[in-house]
C-alpha cells in the first residue's frame, strides 16, 4: 500500500448544514453524486456523507458512529498570524472552540476547534515544517 491517503470521509447528521459550515470557511464544493458533497484539497478530497449512509455502507449501526474518535484534521498554515482568523471564523461558521490559539512546547502555534458535527480539527502553525509553494505540508518540509 502507498503512503497516501486519497479521500478523508466525515459522517454528518445533516450534509447541507455540514457544508454549509465550510463552505463559510472559503472552501467550494466541486461536482459530485447525490448523497455526497466533496472539497477538492491538496493532494486529497474531503467528503460529507450522512451518518446514515456511511453507517449502511459499513454494515454497522449508525448508533456505532458517535463522539469525539480520537482523530484530529489538521490545517497547517505558513505563519503563526495565519491561526487566530481561521479559528475565530471557524466559530464564526457555527464551529466550537475546543482550545484558543497558544503557543506549544515544540514551538509552534496552534488552536482547535470542533466542526458542527464535532470533527475536530487544529490549525497548526509548525515553523520546522514550512509548507511548500501551492501550501501542501510534509512533517519535515514540503520540498520546495
Known amino acids: 500500500m502507498e503512503q497516501r491517503i486519497s479521500l478523508i470521509t466525515l459522517a454528518v447528521a445533516d450534509v ?3 457544508a454549509a459550515f465550510y463552505e463559510a470557511l472559503g472552501w467550494r464544493r466541486v461536482a459530485s453524486p447525490d448523497g455526497v458533497i466533496a472539497f477538492d484539497l491538496i ?3 474531503l467528503g460529507l456523507y450522512s451518518r446514515a449512509d456511511l453507517a449502511r455502507d459499513m ?3 449508525e448508533s456505532c458512529i458517535t463522539g469525539f474518535s480520537g482523530i484530529t484534521l ?6 503563526r498570524k495565519d491561526v487566530a482568523p481561521i479559528y475565530q471564523a471557524a466559530l464564526a461558521a457555527g464551529g ?3 482550545k484558543e490559539p497558544h ?3 515544540w514551538g509552534g502555534h496552534i488552536a482547535y476547534f470542533a466542526d458542527p458535527d464535532g470533527h475536530v480539527w487544529e490549525i497548526a502553525h509548525n515553523p ?4 511548500g509553494p501551492g501550501g501542501e505540508f510534509q512533517w519535515n518540509g514540503a520540498a520546495l
Open 96 to 98: 466550537r472552540g475546543v
Open 103 to 105: 503557543d506549544v512546547f
Open 74 to 79: 489538521a490545517h497547517n498554515v505558513a505563519a
Open 128 to 131: 520546522s515544517s514550512p509548507l
Open 16 to 18: 447541507e448544514r455540514s
Open 59 to 61: 454494515g454497522i449501526e
Open 43 to 45: 493532494g486529497q478530497t
